[in-house]
């Protein structure tokens, strides 16, 4: 059986309203289908500090 780690991300509030849960039962779904195991979930909320910006640009 082939072994899987999911990410899931999102990358602002606008579109963190339930994003991260129907991300889940998709990438769920998919996990069931394809007889995979699920090994370790990320979860990335995609905040990037504003000082991290002004240093980079």
Known sequence: MKKVIRYLRFSNLGQS????????LCTDQWISCNNVELIDT???????????????L
């Not at 309203?17 to 889940?24: R, V």
């Not at 990320?42 to 980079?56: E, H, M, R």
């Open 42 to 56: 990320f979860i990335d909320v995609g905040k990037v500090p504003k000082l991290l910006i002004d240093l980079i």
């Open 17 to 24: 309203k339930g994003s991260i849960e129907s991300h889940e």
